[in-house]
């Protein structure tokens, strides 16, 4: 998996997601989706977030908050050890960017190709591509993803093109099918973008869940929705990865991030 996702970007990971966990990821946000308007998410950018992010898709986050299936996501085995293998060697640990359910309506258009780096890489220019890998992204499937409902596209082997801020959006791009429990696991500097949902009934459903080196802001702010003490019967990945411990570097030198000092009982009154 490793040799395909270094050769070409990224890779598609069959039943990577256990089928009774997607059962219940699907269940409830599409039970949640109900209440969103599409078009609603605009990635905190106003209009031009809402061109990004389409006019007739549905977009959520903080979903440990809907259903505690996402815990068990977040302890997947497979993705956690392609994400350890991607990213450890460029950090002491990692924690969650975006994870995001993803429902593309019928008769939208495809989404402009773009990489899911792009929020740190403008920076990094003089390097490219030869700069280290900060973020992996996966797209599940919650049901059967096609080409025409709106799978995700790639173009394979740009996150080696010499020019980084080169879009070449008529780019040869290939769709990402996924069956229920599929992942297309992908790199941050390939890329991709939603394709367009050719029919006029039907829904595209599927769930984005990328991480983050621990030294970089992730997108959306997750230790927020959890109060202190709420995640302490989960395990520490998911703990860590929500940002409710703090970031060792070790191996890697750097001092400890994101710390939170308690005050003494007798100063809390």
């Not at 702010?221 to 520490?236: I, T």
């Amino acid at each position: 998996m490793l040799e395909a996702f270094d050769a070409d970007g990224g890779v598609i990971v069959e039943g990577m997601v256990p089928r009774d966990t997607v059962d219940e990821l699907f269940g409830a946000a599409t039970a949640y989706a109900e209440g969103v308007k599409p078009g609603a998410a605009d990635q905190g950018m106003g209009e031009e977030g809402r061109f990004f992010v389409g006019a007739n898709t549905i977009r959520f986050s903080s979903l440990g908050r809907i259903t505690p299936a996402y815990f068990d996501l977040l302890d997947n085995e497979v993705y956690a050890t392609l994400a350890d293998a991607v990213l450890l060697p460029n950090c002491g640990s990692y924690w969650v960017n975006t994870a995001q359910v993803m429902f593309i309506g019928p008769g939208e258009s495809a989404q402009v190709l773009h990489r899911d780096a792009d929020n740190w890489f403008q920076h990094v220019e003089p390097t490219w591509p030869d700069t280290p890998e900060v973020t992996i992204s996966a797209m599940i499937g919650l049901e059967e993803v096609t080409e025409e409902l709106g799978a995700t596209r790639v173009v394979p082997g740009s996150h080696r093109w010499p020019e980084l801020n080169v879009y070449e959006f008529d780019a040869e791009s290939v769709p990402a099918e996924l069956a229920p429990g599929d992942a297309f696991v992908y790199s941050g500097k390939v890329l991709h973008g939603g394709g367009a949902n050719l029919t006029v009934d039907r829904w595209r459903r599927a769930l984005h869940l990328s991480f983050v080196v621990g030294w970089l802001t992730p997108e959306e702010a997750n230790a927020l929705d959890y109060k202190p003490g709420e995640l302490d019967d989960r395990s520490p990945r998911v703990q860590r990865l929500l940002g409710h411990r703090s970031y060792d570097p070790r191996p890697h030198v750097g001092g400890g991030l994101w710390l939170r000092h308690v005050r003494p009982i007798e100063d809390q009154a």
